[in-house]
């Protein structure tokens, strides 16, 4: 078997986490470095954002759901919402002690946690959310 096809779903997961991994840091660094927004709303906010352009993203091209039924969708969308929920809450707890406790670096902080986080996200995705796709 092609090892691709094999683990398709990772490859391409990662090149989608890759991608809302900059969007969360960029957006972060943005409102932590520019705006000076508080480093745990910074993280939320940038959460938030990522949170939609990643569900998207997982749905329709990583684990390829075509189920357009609202319904499901709303389903999909709700459990996606729970699952990210508590990475996101990881997310936020581990920003929190290593930059406002620790005082480590925020944007390489931010990226070590973005690597718990997707693993996190991965096989939640893989595992609860889209495992019924056709």
């Known amino acids: 078997m092609n090892i691709f096809k094999k683990y398709r779903d990772f490859f391409v997961y990662m090149i989608y ?3 809302a991994t900059i969007i969360n840091a960029g957006i972060y660094a943005l409102l ?3 705006v000076q927004i508080s480093n745990v709303s910074s993280t939320i906010i940038a959460w938030i954002i990522t949170l939609i352009f990643a569900f ?4 329709f091209f990583v ?4 189920e357009k039924r609202i319904k499901f969708v709303i389903k999909e ?3 996606f919402f729970l699952c990210r929920a508590l990475s996101g809450i990881f997310d936020v707890l ?3 002690i290593t930059v406002d406790i620790l005082s480590l670096y925020p944007i390489l902080m931010k990226l070590i946690a973005a690597l718990f986080v ?3 996200n991965y096989y939640g995705g893989k595992l ?3 495992k019924d796709r056709k």
């Open 118 to 120: 997707g693993l996190i």
């Open 56 to 59: 998207f993203t997982n749905k």
């Open 32 to 34: 932590f470095q520019v």
């Open 17 to 19: 986490g890759a991608m």
């Open 63 to 66: 684990y390829r759901s075509d």
């Open 128 to 130: 609860i959310i889209f």
């Open 94 to 96: 581990f920003m929190y």
């Open 77 to 79: 969308f709700y459990q």
